[in-house]
């Protein structure tokens, strides 16, 4: 199974930055697809932001133009610059890795999120 690690939550206050990290443990195939998701308490699981192998990217309406979603391929490394932060970024935000869909060996894997709390 793998394992998606994430680093960089953190508390901060409003109007901060933050970056985000995301990495698989040991060495392993280049995912197609890897991205970033977020809840908050009481809330669904949301899209932040998603971005391919090839460089396409894809934002969820209330971080464009604040988050930036970036990729090294070589390391198989996601990373999501927060920028403007606000309370309501609050949440747990998971990584996501997800691709070979009509191959037979389709993938979805997930992080075990990380805390970013946005509070003056």
């Known amino acids: 199974q793998v394992q998606l690690e994430e680093s960089g939550g953190g508390l901060v206050q409003p109007g901060g930055s933050l970056r985000l990290s995301c990495a698989p443990s040991?060495?392993?195939?280049?995912?197609?697809?890897m991205g970033w998701y977020r809840q908050a308490p009481g809330k669904q699981r949301e899209l932040v932001a998603v971005?391919?192998?090839?460089?396409?990217?894809n934002y969820g309406g209330s971080v464009k133009g604040r988050f930036t979603i970036s990729r090294d391929n070589a390391k198989n490394t996601v990373y999501l610059q927060m920028n403007s932060l606000k309370p309501e970024d609050t949440a747990v935000y998971y990584c996501?890795?997800?691709?070979?869909w009509g191959t037979g060996d389709e993938y979805d894997y997930w992080g075990q999120g990380t805390q970013v709390t946005v509070s003056s």
């Open positions: 996501n890795a997800m691709g070979g």
């Open positions: 040991g060495s392993i195939f280049s995912f197609y697809a």
């Open positions: 971005i391919t192998k090839r460089g396409t990217t």
